[in-house]
């Protein structure tokens, strides 16, 4: 009878080491997926990264390439539109300060702000030296 039950006993002792070694390999099987599974997700989410900034970049140089030819733009009317006033007002002879004060704003933007040549320094002279009107 000692032995049925040391039979017993020890062939339950086997099932519960049998049961805690497959629940063991469960977890670490478990514990294995969710770590490729974060891995996973993190090479995801790094690619999507990637593509944003790739987006970005892009985005930028457009943004660039606009700016830049708006700043042209901005500047050919601006130096278009000082030639044409200068001439005007060197041809009348005189000019009274609001108009002397707005043409000097506009070359300032044209010549400081944008980055424009010396080209209407000439005129711009001759504007400035003109009389006073008085009005």
């Known amino acids: ?3 049925i039950v040391v039979a017993v006993l ?3 002792a086997a099932v519960a080491i049998i049961e805690g070694i497959k629940e063991a390999i469960a977890w670490h099987r478990e ?3 969710k770590k490729e ?3 996973e997700e993190k090479a995801d ?5 990637d593509e944003r900034l790739t987006k970005l970049e892009s985005d930028m140089a457009d ?6 030819a708006l700043v042209e733009g901005q500047k050919n009317v601006l130096f278009d539109r000082i030639q044409y006033l200068c001439r005007k007002y060197i041809s009348e002879g005189e000019i009274d300060f ?5 043409l000097n704003a506009l070359h300032h933007s044209y010549h400081d702000g944008l980055g424009g040549n010396g080209d209407l320094d ?3 002279k001759q504007a400035r030296e003109l009389p006073l009107k008085q009005k």
């Not at 989410?45 to 990264?49: I, L, Q």
């Not at 609001?98 to 707005?102: A, Q, S, T, Y």
């Open 63 to 68: 943004l660039k390439r606009m700016t830049s």
């Open 1 to 3: 009878m000692g032995e």
């Open 37 to 39: 599974d974060k891995a």
């Open 98 to 102: 609001d108009n002397l004060r707005g």
């Open 10 to 12: 020890g062939g339950g």
């Open 31 to 33: 514990r294995k997926a």
């Open 122 to 124: 000439a005129l711009m």
């Open 45 to 49: 989410t790094s690619k999507e990264m």
